[in-house]
């Protein structure tokens, strides 16, 4: 969703820093957005998303549900593409996003748009010098764009702390248990932790101290998948974790049948990892240094 103000047949709010004939609006009213992302978990983000509307009618429109404030994102690459209005009364809207579900970049656009008809829509931040006293736009309708900011594009910052070919099918969700679990019973081996740890290692995604993170919840989880591999009576050769984390143990790994059986499930679980402990342990040495 690729916006300007010349796409508009009537007086858009957007972002303003100057003082020119040519603004829509007057000196002073403008719209704009500041955006900030967190990594959640190993294929997770969330967006921060936060508006500054600077116009004293719009904003007694978005109060009063007159209007109402959008986020538009869009992949241009896939078919992800979500509208999500923000909370009532809260300038900031928190996003989360699969990161598989979209490419390395995605487009943003912050709209505030009519939430009904509006037979005239008068504005007393229209610029004078340029529309003349008392315009008014005649029917505005339903869903009509009354301000935005530039799409912008986004780069997830995306951290690879396993191997893409076990990444890939591992994630980690919070759950209200007290207790880590361990779920195989899906496409993907789930990880849930409790919340409050949950929120812990979502905080630590571009820290160091993620890699010990990742060896205490990886390493358990997938002990538990190679056991599964193991059990000749598992159900779970259908899902593609079975099938990926399979190949890539008797492929990759070079393992038959055989010595998968007679080798440590805990033995095999690092081998996936490429032997996590030593970089895990080294980040104590990094944090000692600071």
Request: aromatic share 10%.
């Amino acid at each position: 969703m690729k916006l300007s103000n010349n796409s508009f047949p009537y007086p858009v709010l957007s972002a303003s820093d100057s003082l020119s004939f040519e603004n829509e609006f007057v000196f002073g009213d403008s719209f704009s957005v500041d955006v900030s992302q967190e990594q959640v978990g190993q294929s997770d983000f969330e967006l921060v998303i936060q508006y500054k509307l600077k116009n004293d009618d719009l904003q007694k429109m978005i109060n009063d549900g007159t209007a109402l404030v959008l986020a538009h994102l869009e992949s241009s690459l896939t078919s992800y593409r979500k509208a999500i209005s923000f909370p009532e009364n809260k300038d900031t809207l928190r996003l989360s996003v699969d990161a598989e579900s979209v490419t390395k970049n995605i487009e943003l656009t912050v709209l505030v748009v009519a939430r009904i008809d509006i037979p005239e829509y008068t504005n007393s931040g229209f610029n004078p010098e340029l529309f003349g006293e008392d315009y008014v736009v005649k029917n505005i309708m339903r869903g009509d764009i009354l301000a935005f900011e530039p799409t912008v594009e986004i780069e997830l910052q995306m951290e690879d702390s396993t191997p893409k070919s076990v990444q890939t099918f591992i994630k980690v969700s919070k759950s209200k248990n007290t207790s880590m679990n361990v779920n195989l019973d899906d496409e993907s081996i789930l990880i849930e932790i409790p919340e409050a740890a949950y929120k812990i290692y979502a905080q630590m995604q571009n820290a160091k101290e993620v890699k010990i993170a990742n060896f205490s919840l990886l390493i358990p989880a997938l002990m538990i998948a190679v056991d599964d591999i193991k059990d000749e009576g598992s159900t779970n050769d259908d899902y593609l974790w079975y099938k990926e984390l399979s190949m890539y143990i008797f492929e990759s790994l070079t393992y038959s049948v055989s010595t998968l059986e007679n080798t440590s499930s805990l033995v095999v679980a690092q081998q996936l990892l490429n032997n996590p402990i030593i970089p895990a342990f080294e980040v104590f040495n990094e944090v000692d240094e600071r």
